[in-house]
Each structure stands twice: as structure tokens, then as C-alpha cells.
């Protein structure tokens, strides 16, 4: 069944005055569908960076105070209604775009945003494609990439676990094989060569006939390329089946919705992320606020929180509004963001610290 398009809108006025003048800007990301907990991730820290900057008095441009205007898009991590959200806001005219989530997303979108002249900022796509190919000047991102995050996984599972057999699959979508691939790669160049390496179809329930397989081959740690949701089913099923098997991946796993899947089938999974951002102590007020206000601020809130602060301060340096004028300040500015400070280089991805490990324990996921 066809996919409605979801779109919401977050009142900008709140507690301050009406202006003459609202800025467009959206989030757009999986708020439905098997990654909506992304997506929530995603609209939190766009919606409370949008409220503290307006609460501040909005966007200063050419001595005009401006506040924001949220639009919330949902793309489903489908390529094809990533396109079709993007050009619907395009059109609106909105300034900035703090999305996707999805790789196989922001891609294909990212074409729209560079034709319409969109400032694209990904808190959340990892594929090294996103920026490598990059579709306009306009396009950067927050996060790591893949190719980073591979070669930290994949150096680790050959030191290790270079005494150990080591299956590698992925779920063929741009962030899954990406990331399987860079590891892969990253792992075999230093000396390890995995046991297998398959593809699985994500969306499924039932993962018997991979589990088996990896049983049958004695596969002491799994390697998913993938998402949390099926992460989470391979898991649970490999227990089901007597497996003692590791399960290690990439920052897909970074929702409390991994735990709620696996249980207790889920404790000593690894995966790669970023430094955590809660820790940053430029950013603990606005941690306690996002406690205060119910919502846990893990795995992406901060990222979306912090492209929607660097782009407001490339905009009030270049004092413009201008697309172009924005761009040279993106790629110029140091930025002072809930990730501490980094600048972008010149493909678009920012000079922020390298990824590291975190171990799932009792529902909780910490660094090593």
C-alpha cells in the first residue's frame, strides 16, 4: 500500500512576540515505519532547538530578529518518498533541511536540495556517497562515516577477536552494506578474513535460515550491517537456537527500542558510535531539559539539535538569508555546538572526535 506523505508543522511563535517574518526549516526522517524511533530522535532535537532559539529571540539577520518555523517530514527511509518530502518542502521554501536519517534517503534527496538551492545538514547518514559524490555545495553533515566507522570496527574484531571465526552480513541497504563493507575491508587489511559474508532482506520476521547457517560454520561473533530491528530479531533467534555468538554493529543500534527487541538476548552486544554527546559538559543544561521534559536525548537528538545550531550561525555571520552567502560561512565557521566545536572540511563532513565502542549492558548501552 502506498505511503501517505506526513507532515506537521511546530508553532514558531511560542512564548515570543509575532514577528514580521518567519524562516522555513524542517527535519525530515523515519517518523513511521520500523526506524521510527530515529525519527522521534530526529523531530526531539529539531523541536527543542527550534523552541530555545526563538525563546533567545530567534534568528538575527541584517538587525531583524526572526524566529523559526518547523516543518516535520516523515520519509520512511524509503528512497522514493525521501524525494517526493524533499521537493514538497523545497517548494516551501523552507531554508534548511535537517535530515535525512536513512543514507538511501539523504542521497537521492540530496539531488532536490542542491537544485533548489536547500541547505541540507544530515545529523544521521553515514554513507561516505552522501558527501564523496556530493550533489551541491550545499550538502554536509554532522556525523561520522562509514568508512570511519568501518575501519574502527574492523581493526577491532581482528585484534580482538583474531582467534575467533567471524561472520559478516549486512541488510543490502546504502548505510547496512556500506558499513559491512568498510569493515570488511578494514578487517581483511589487517590480517583477518571473515568466516561468511551474506546479505539478508530487512523487514522480516524469521531469520532461521541465516542463524543456522552461521550455527552450522561455529560463528563465535556476527558482524550486521543493518539496522536495529532485524539486529535485534538475528540476536534473539541465535539465542533461541544455543548460540553464544557476538553480536557487534554501527550506531544503528543506538535506540533504546534494541533492548525492548533482544531483552536480555541483547546483553554484550557491541556496536560502534560517536563519543557520547550527553557527556559533553557544554551540553549538560540541555540534557537536564530534555530529562525535565521526558525524553531521553540519546543516539541522534543532539545531532539534529546541532545542525540546526550551526546553520542559524553560519546564517547570523553571513547576515543573509542568501543561500550562497550561507554556504561560505558553513564552510569558513568553527561552530560552538552541543558536540562541542568542529568545522566542516571541504566535502561537507565536520572535524568531529572518532568513533568508538559501546557494550549493551542491562538495558543500557556505555562506552568501553
Known amino acids: 500500500m502506498k505511503r501517505l506523505l506526513a507532515l506537521t508543522t511546530l508553532a514558531a511563535g511560542l512564548a515570543a512576540p509575532a514577528l514580521a517574518q ?17 525519527g522521534a530522535q530526529m523531530k526531539a532535537g529539531a523541536e527543542m532547538a527550534v523552541k530555545d532559539i526563538n525563546a533567545a529571540g530567534g534568528v538575527t539577520v541584517d538587525g531583524k530578529k526572526m524566529p523559526l518555523k518547523l516543518t516535520v517530514g516523515d520519509d520512511a527511509c524509503d528512497p522514493k518518498q525521501a524525494v517526493a518530502v524533499a521537493t514538497k518542502v523545497a517548494g516551501e521554501k523552507v531554508k534548511l533541511v535537517a535530515g535525512h536519517f536513512c543514507s538511501g534517503s539523504s542521497i ?33 553533515r554532522v556525523c561520522g562515516r562509514d568508512d570511519q566507522q568501518g575501519s574502527v570496527a574492523g581493526q577491532y574484531l581482528a585484534t580482538k577477536f583474531k582467534d575467533k571465526k567471524i561472520a559478516i552480513v549486512h541488510d543490502k541497504s546504502a548505510y547496512g552494506k556500506g558499513l559491512a563493507d568498510e569493515t570488511q575491508k578494514a578487517m581483511n587489511a589487517a590480517g583477518k578474513k571473515e ?5 539478508y532482506t530487512a523487514g522480516e520476521k524469521d531469520y532461521t535460515a ?14 550486521v550491517g543493518g539496522y536495529h530491528t532485524e539486529a535485534g530479531l538475528i540476536v534473539r533467534q541465535m539465542r533461541d537456537q544455543g548460540m553464544k555468538t557476538i553480536l557487534v554493529s554501527g550506531d544503528a543500534l543506538v535506540t533504546q527500542e534494541y533492548w525492548q527487541i533482544t531483552g536480555n538476548a541483547g546483553e554484550g552486544t557491541l556496536m560502534t558510535f560517536s563519543p557520547d554527546p550527553r557527556k559533553n ?23 539534529t539539535y546541532a545542525a540546526i545550531q ?12 542568501d543561500n550562497k552567502k550561507v554556504i561560505e ?40
Open 108 to 140: 537521492p534527496a540530496s539531488k532536490v536540495y542542491a537544485e533548489e538551492g536547500v541547505v541540507q545538514i544530515s545529523p544521521a547518514s553515514t554513507n561516505p556517497k552522501l558527501t564523496d559524490d556530493r550533489a551541491g555545495p550545499n550538502v554536509f
Open 195 to 199: 568466516e561468511l559474508y551474506e546479505a
Open 22 to 38: 518567519e524562516i522555513p526549516i524542517a527535519t525530515i526522517g523515519p517518523m513511521t515505519g520500523q526506524y521510527a524511533s530515529f
Open 210 to 223: 541465516l542463524v543456522t547457517k552461521l550455527k552450522q560454520a561455529g560463528i563465535d561473533v556476527l558482524y
Open 310 to 321: 550551526a546553520w542559524k550561525q553560519a546564517v547570523e555571520k553571513a547576515n543573509s538569508l
Open 281 to 303: 559538559p557544554a551540553a549538560s543544561g540541555l540534557v537536564e531539559r530534555f530529562r525535565a521534559a521526558k525524553i531521553e536525548p540519546e543516539g541522534y537528538v543532539l545531532y
Open 329 to 368: 560561512q558553513l564552510n569558513a565557521l568553527e561552530f560552538d555546538t552541543v558536540l562541542g566545536k568542529f568545522k566542516f572540511n571541504g566535502k561537507g563532513d565536520p572535524t568531529l572526535p572518532p568513533y568508538t565502542f559501546y557494550e549493551w549492558k542491562g538495558g543500557q548501552y556505555a562506552q568501553l
